[in-house]
């Protein structure tokens, strides 16, 4: 019933950009955090950012001033901007939503995509 897709994943080269989305449904996760993971073969499981209610945000220093969350509470819908992109972003990546302890927290996430994959070429 409650859904989490994520879209927008691709092949692109070192240095270019993508934009993904995640849209909610079966219900409102208006106070919700939304988060985004990524997870590369062989390692653990990343938080990339994550967003409150209010729009306060955290990005990993991997990722910082590079990636951009948001989110349309109207749509239901959080977007994921990634801009200058490495190789070592390459990974699937994943919408979730939840109520952690603290905004940089990875656990507490209820609810989650099945993923989209992003390939970044060298």
């Known amino acids: 019933q409650v859904q989490l897709v994520e879209s927008g994943g691709g092949l692109v080269q070192a240095g270019g950009s993508l934009r993904l989305s995640c849209a909610a449904s079966?219900?409102?996760?208006?106070?919700?955090?939304m988060g985004w993971f990524r997870q590369a073969p062989r390692k653990e499981r990343e938080l990339v950012a994550a967003i409150t209610w209010s729009g306060s945000t955290y990005y990993p220093d991997s990722v910082k001033g590079r990636f951009t969350i948001s989110r349309d509470n109207a749509k239901n819908t959080v977007y994921l901007q990634m801009n200058s992109l490495r190789p070592e972003d390459t990974a699937v990546y994943y919408c979730?939503?939840?109520?952690?302890?603290?905004?940089?927290?990875?656990?507490?996430?209820?609810?989650w995509g099945r993923g989209t994959q992003v390939t970044v070429s060298s």
């Open positions: 079966g219900r409102t996760f208006n106070r919700d955090v």
């Open positions: 979730a939503a939840g109520l952690p302890p603290t905004i940089a927290t990875i656990q507490g996430y209820d609810y």
